[in-house]
């Protein structure tokens, strides 16, 4: 069965670090959507991409944030200088298409620990 | 702008014990409603999804009504399992922009023997 892959799936670093974190979404997928889940309280999109181009970055802190999905396939998201208020759990999940019908897909997610 | 809010948890039953988690939403329009379930070291996985009012969506022995009138969407089980131990999440999707997912704070259910 088909599955969306993110690396690495732990990360600590300490502040001022820059981290970078990868998802590879389910094969012909054309949406890609970043979240971050503080513990206890349920995930919030940082990032949309529609193939290759944003959508959606409205709650991405841009001064530090960056992401980029540059075929249209794989993507990378970066924090630089991370803080220590970014510690969370980062999820990537893919779907067909924006339609509110079609499921969205999530990856294990990567947990990242800034000291 | 629209939410979701979810009881607060964490909620722990016998098994075999009825289970509901109570979901309401506020949102423009007319969204669709799902429920997500996160077992402990795992990504988000669909439960359950409703489209329109008065639709029913099922899954695993769930199930959840949307009810139009009063903006809610609650989560049921008859019979829960102790493999039902998780956290459910109750989101909406925007459609105002490329129907991003809302979600809820989560609800950790525990279920033992």
């Known amino acids: 069965e088909a599955e969306v892959a993110q690396s690495p799936r732990y990360k600590i670093t300490e502040k001022s670090q820059a981290v970078a974190f990868w998802c590879d979404p389910i094969?012909?997928?054309?949406?890609l959507y970043w979240y971050r889940q503080i513990l206890g309280q349920g995930p919030e999109l940082l990032v949309q991409?529609?193939?290759?181009?944003?959508?959606?970055d409205s709650q991405l802190p841009k001064d530090r944030f960056s992401a980029e999905r540059l075929k249209g396939v794989d993507s990378t998201l970066k924090i630089q200088p991370a803080e220590l208020g970014d510690s969370a759990m980062y999820l990537c999940?893919?779907?067909?298409?924006?339609?509110?019908?079609?499921?969205?897909?999530f990856g294990p997610g990567t947990r990242l620990t800034v000291l | 702008g629209d939410s979701v809010t979810q009881m607060e948890g964490p909620v722990t039953l016998s098994e075999e014990a009825f289970l509901t988690i109570n979901c309401t939403y506020t949102?423009?329009?007319?969204?669709?409603l799902f429920w997500y379930v996160q077992y402990p070291g795992e990504g988000l996985q669909l439960l359950l999804k409703?489209?329109?009012?008065?639709d029913k969506g099922s899954n695993k022995g769930f199930e959840a009504t949307y009810r139009k009138e009063t903006t809610s969407f609650h989560l049921e089980k008859g019979s829960v399992q102790v493999s039902d131990s998780a956290v459910y999440f109750c989101?909406?999707?925007?459609?105002?922009?490329?129907?991003?997912?809302?979600f809820g704070a989560g609800t950790r259910l525990a279920v033992h023997p």
């Open positions: 999940a893919s779907s067909f298409d924006s339609s509110s019908y079609n499921e969205q897909f």
């Open positions: 094969s012909g997928h054309a949406t």
């Open positions: 991409f529609q193939d290759e181009s944003v959508v959606d």
């Open positions: 949102a423009t329009g007319y969204p669709s």
């Open positions: 989101a909406l999707s925007d459609q105002r922009g490329y129907n991003k997912l809302i």
């Open positions: 409703a489209t329109k009012a008065d």
